[in-house]
């Protein structure tokens, strides 16, 4: 949605651009108004570092307590600034009451954020975050290997259930993985929502993957 808008907005001959993060209209009940969503911003920002991103915490948050929460985590992910709103009166307010902050709680809010850069020129810390990335890049490949072992393995098993006329889902099997690796990995400090997710997307590769060997039509000699 971001980058059609930017590119028609190019195409006009307007090129000094910036993006504003506002969030996103959810039916899933949160505590936010919009769900921040912040995957999707990480992405435009990959996609398009040179251009400034802006993040909205008070049309996010829908609440001035979570203000200040917002406002940081915007801060973490390198936007360039924080749009807040302010009243005089924020119950007197005409319009968004609820997530208007008075000028004094504004002027608080900003004097606690923490503002981080996204690079140093100290060689101690370059050489360390660098050690450290390294080691990143060889879990990573690690882990990438590991993917594709299994994801063969799921492909012998879409042979054998197909030479056995065998259905791809097993409910009770995945059952059985999501409980028992979730287990593993909360023990493990991984957190539920991030292991439930990670097994999801492995499960539908994995489906997909047998779903293509079942597709296959056998050649006759």
């Given amino acids: 949605m971001w980058l059609g808008a930017l590119e028609r907005l190019n195409k006009a001959g307007i090129t000094k651009l910036a993006a504003i993060h506002r969030g996103f209209s959810s039916f899933e009940k949160g505590p936010f108004r919009n769900a921040p969503m912040w ?14 991103m802006i993040c909205d915490p008070s049309h996010i948050a829908g609440n001035r307590d979570l203000i200040a929460f917002i406002s ?13 709103e302010s009243h005089i009166n924020p119950d007197a307010a005409w319009s968004d009451a609820k997530q208007q902050v008075t000028p004094a709680v504004l002027g608080k809010i900003v004097s606690e954020l923490v503002v981080r850069t996204p690079s140093v020129e100290d060689k101690t810390f370059k050489d360390t975050l660098s050690i450290l990335r390294e080691q990143i890049d060889q879990l990573d490949d690690e882990i990438m290997q590991r993917l594709s072992q299994r994801m063969k393995i799921s492909e012998k098993i879409g042979q054998y259930k197909k030479e056995n006329n065998v259905t791809i889902l097993q409910v009770s099997r995945w059952e059985e993985i999501v409980q028992t690796r979730v287990a593993l990995c909360k023990a493990m400090g991984l957190s539920e929502e991030f292991t439930s997710d990670l097994l999801k997307l492995i499960h539908h590769e994995s489906i997909q993957v047998q779903t293509k060997v079942m597709n296959q039509v056998t050649e006759r000699v």
């Fill in 72 to 84: 940081q985590k915007a801060l973490d992910l390198d936007m360039a600034g924080l749009m807040i």
């Fill in 39 to 52: 995957d999707l911003a990480i992405e435009l920002k990959t996609r398009v570092p040179e251009l400034d």
